[in-house]
């Protein structure tokens, strides 16, 4: 029997629609119940289908003014950053010296550490995101806290120590080996604890040595179900470091080729200067990107071409990431609008289903966690969010016109932030309710 039953509008990605016909990758209800059993869906349809399942025993919860879509994945996100998000006026390289360095030196402390990451994770969930691939910093205690944040909640949560130990302060760098024994430890701690899953966190080339790059590959041999996330080709300047550090090796991907970190448990940040060689090498080995687009803007790092990602000849995943804190906003709505913009930039319209597939379905499938999340699916976890079209006076006004599905969830992603999410659900329990009035 369910233990919980949510009614209303239901809307889901079960295919990629960049590589299909959108009506075959989307389902809608308009009226539609999902069963939740023991933190699953137990099944899920329309609504005069599964009444008879339920008893006078089930909570209804039932949102007749909102539409009900599995909660949103964040592909790519730095915890550890949530404190300088809006600093001003620099781009990448300068950005880490000024600001990122700085911040993540204070997680030495494991008190800070817990106190920003509890605040990490209300934050997600007051934006509907339900799961996330986050950085943590140089110091193992910052996973800690991370991981018994999202515990608390039995959320999804993908997450790593990052291995620096070149070309940053002193006083956040670890060398090789330490960084190989601490990621191994932490892998012991963590993975597979409840929801939590370790992710091997080499901060990017720049920041690396052969030695540290080499050892993260020994990581990935050693743990046949740990993922990688790092960062790659998200500004020149940065492209043309890496080409003076790694001298020997033909492109930045090459770089991390070399060293067994190309494989499909693989995601990296950005890739917005990759060359049509290098995306090859991505689809080949199935290594995925995470696109950042508010981060991007506001570093000023470039345009992401996803149309030459996604090429069907040779498709690329992607996610969609916020990369706070050089990303503006934990709101995946507004990522997707900023997605959209970008796109527009390069002479590309987006289309609303290919915005919520990157930022559920794309995303986990970019993590490795489409068995699981993303998908309103029996089976799958319980994680589910509540978005109200009507939620601000500009967003009621503008769904009183809207005269399709495709319109309204498209002036939603356009228009919408925080507000929209009316309810948050993790593993079938409601961690963020809005307040009402």
């Known amino acids: 029997m369910p233990q919980l039953a949510l009614r209303g509008a239901l809307y889901t990605l079960i295919d990629d629609p960049f590589l299909h016909p959108a009506e075959d990758c989307a389902r809608y209800e308009e009226d539609g119940l999902i069963l939740i059993q023991d933190g699953r869906i137990s099944a899920v349809g329309p609504f005069n289908r599964l009444r008879s399942r339920l008893s006078a025993e089930v909570p209804l919860r039932h949102y007749p003014n909102a539409i009900l879509l599995p909660g949103f994945v964040d592909a790519h996100i730095h915890y550890p950053q949530v404190e300088i998000i809006g600093s001003y006026g620099t781009q990448l390289l300068e950005w880490l010296n000024k600001y990122t360095f700085p911040t993540e030196a204070k997680f030495n402390d494991p008190e800070h550490s817990a106190r920003i990451a509890e605040f990490f994770i209300s934050e997600l969930q007051r934006n509907g995101t339900t799961a996330a691939s986050v950085f943590c910093t140089s110091a193992p205690a910052s996973v800690d806290a991370i991981f018994e944040a999202a515990r608390q909640d039995n959320m999804l949560i993908l997450a790593g120590k990052m291995m620096m130990d070149s070309h940053a302060p002193k006083n956040i760098l670890d060398s090789a080996q330490s960084s190989y024994d601490d990621s191994k430890a932490l892998i012991e701690r963590w993975h597979g ?51 003076d550090l790694y001298p020997d090796r033909a492109n930045y991907t090459d770089i991390y080729d070399h060293f067994g970190l190309l494989d499909e448990r693989a995601i990296y940040g950005h890739g917005i200067h990759l060359s049509e060689g290098e995306l090859q090498r991505f689809h080949d080995t199935g290594a995925k990107i995470a696109h950042c687009p508010t981060s991007n803007f506001f570093i000023g790092s470039g345009l992401f071409d996803i149309e030459k990602t996604r090429s069907a000849a040779r498709p690329v995943t992607v996610g969609l990431g916020t990369d706070v804190g050089g990303g503006t906003s934990f709101s995946m709505l507004q990522t997707m609008s900023e997605a959209y913009k970008m796109a527009q930039l390069r002479g590309i319209s987006l289309t609303a289903a290919q915005c919520f597939y990157l930022a559920t379905l794309g995303s986990a499938e970019s993590l490795g966690i489409e068995d699981r999340v993303g998908s309103l699916r029996a089976g799958y976890a319980a994680d589910i969010v509540a978005l109200d079209p009507r939620a601000t006076p500009l967003l009621e006004l503008r769904s009183e016109v809207a005269e399709s599905l495709d319109e309204l969830l498209f002036a939603l992603m356009i228009c919408a932030d925080d507000r929209a999410v009316e309810a948050t659900y993790v593993a079938g329990e409601p961690v963020y309710l809005r307040a009402q009035g």
């Open 193 to 243: 604890r409840g929801r939590c899953l370790y992710t091997v966190t080499p901060r990017f080339a720049l920041t690396s040595s052969p030695g540290q790059l080499k050892l993260a590959g020994a990581l990935l041999r050693e743990y046949g179900d740990v993922r990688l996330q790092s960062h790659i080709s998200e500004n020149r300047d940065e492209l043309a470091r890496a080409a």
